[in-house]
């Protein structure tokens, strides 16, 4: 394999005579793979703006990205290109709201050279002196809006996080570089956890913070960074009041969000009782052709607008 060293560069922001940041936690959260709901989207532009930071380490782009995949952004204005859209993967120094010193690393999953990619981060995190790296997405489940997102967790060690019951057992997926790079880690023998949080299925499409602002709470519970998270909950609101109105609109949506509540419910009980879980959404198809509908009539009435847009 090339020499993963190669895929990157430190900053002069990162030597270690300018640092002294102890041993901070990296967060991880690329753009690309599944994401309902721009969990992983919202929680990276809003930590970017809500903290100081600054670039510690860059990712060589030009070697993972496909770009006939993928193709950059560009402005056409007053008969010349006016803007590029560079992709950028890289890794941010922040400071959060105690002052403390944490990681991020984030931008375009690679495309291609996962495991050199793999490698480098790694190399990156050891530089780095990162004592625990935390993902953060989100995944679409059959579970209604009303009812408050539920987390599943992976982790490389199972006493890394503790209270997080499994909402499944075993379950084939495909694969992400950011999973890799997490499953990589445990083998290296660092500590590397996930969170997954649950956003209906009818909203995977659509900015839903109200799963941002749960998962970064979950990131400040497990690591212990003070994450702000104020502004994601007065977004959550809009958007939450927003997705009232439209349901209620509709006596077939609303019917829909009920039996989803019913099965939440249900499956929320027997999970508190230790009992066998039963199927949370057994005609999840069925539910979702309807709110496929329904997302269809929206927007022909409101072209440019996702629900609750």
Known sequence: MLDPHELYHLTPAAQPRSRGWGQPVMLCLLEGFLDAGSVGQIATTHLLEELEHEVVAQFDVDQLHDYRS?????????????????????????????????????????????????????????????????????????????????????????????????????????????????????????????????????LTGSDYPLAAEVGLEAVSRATGLALPTASLREAAQAVRTAIDEQVTGSAEVAAVVAELEQQYDQATASRAENLPNPEIVPSADELGAQFERFLAEHDKRNPGRGLGG
């Open 70 to 202: 993928r193709r950059p952004v560009m402005l056409f204005e007053d008969n010349k290109w006016a803007t590029y859209s560079d992709p950028a993967l890289r890794v941010h120094r922040l400071h959060d709201e105690q002052g403390t010193s944490f990681l991020l690393l984030e931008g375009p999953e690679p495309d291609i050279q996962w495991e050199r990619f793999v490698a480098a981060a790694i190399s990156v995190v050891q530089q780095l002196n990162a004592r625990l790296v935390v993902g953060l997405t989100g995944i679409p489940v059959g579970v209604p809006h009303t009812r408050p997102p539920a987390l599943t967790l992976h982790q490389t060690r199972p006493d890394l996080v503790t209270g997080y019951a499994p909402w499944v057992q075993s379950i084939q997926v495909p694969g992400s570089a950011a999973n890799l790079l997490e499953f990589r880690l445990g083998q290296h023998g660092h500590d590397a956890l996930g969170f997954a949080v649950h956003v209906p299925h009818y």
